[in-house]
């Protein structure tokens, strides 16, 4: 008699832990997970266009490589359209409204309230899709939505690229700002620009381009 009640007692221990347990463990371990990644790649995105110099968003390492503000851009639009995906909502595509870019702006000419409005627009799509993140749960991970066109693909697909392009704009940014603080310290003072030791402007776009304020 006494060993039926030890094992009543155990089993009730038992499935009081497994309660305990269902209760405290996460019912989508893969959404949250997926969350705190993407926290973590916008934390240290913000924080190296942070770092970067406001006159130096128009670097590039190499020639026919994208400014630091291209790469940053591309990243905000690339998070709103897939945090879009993930609630099924589509979003108008105004780049062929705006006809083709014939040839892009000096590094220099590029306005340094450019790092201002990239850092609040990180900023604001990063709480966008925060809010996003609060309406998935890992049961709707195969709901289908629509990606280009009428093709469809899974919400933890879109998740997965999401995740994918944060993290490559991640690398990249950092890449550029170290290189960028390389070059600074290695190069001689540039009398022309008191705020840096260096100018940093790809010559392939060192041509005739008119000046900021002339016609």
């Known amino acids: 008699m006494k060993h039926w009640i030890v094992l009543l007692i155990a089993i009730a221990a038992l499935a009081a832990g497994w309660l305990l347990r269902s209760l405290t463990l996460s019912k989508s371990p893969m959404t949250e997970a997926a969350h705190r990644k993407f926290d973590q790649h916008l934390k240290n995105i913000t924080s190296t ?17 994208k400014y630091f503000l ?56 990063t709480d966008i899709c925060d ?36 993290s490559e704009a991640e690398s990249k940014m950092d890449m550029y700002l170290q290189l960028y603080l390389q070059l ?15 100018a940093l402007i790809p010559s392939s776009c060192q041509q005739s381009f008119p000046k900021a304020g002339k016609p």
């Open 184 to 198: 600074q310290a290695s190069a001689p003072p540039n009398p022309k620009d008191p705020a840096s030791r260096i």
């Open 49 to 65: 266009a942070e770092s970067m110099p406001a006159n130096r968003y128009g670097y590039a390492p190499a020639d026919g490589d």
């Open 131 to 166: 809010r996003t993140f609060g309406l998935l749960n890992d049961g709707r991970l195969n709901d289908l939505v629509t990606s280009q066109g009428d093709h469809k693909v899974t919400k933890a697909e879109v998740l997965m690229d999401l995740l994918g392009e944060v």
């Open 70 to 125: 291209e790469v940053a851009q591309q990243a905000i639009d690339g998070m709103g359209h897939r945090c879009a995906q993930l609630l099924n909502l589509k979003i108008p595509d105004f780049s062929k409204a705006l006809g083709p870019i014939e040839e892009r702006p000096r590094a220099d000419v590029v306005p340094e309230q450019f790092k201002s409005t990239a850092i609040r627009q990180l900023k604001d799509f």
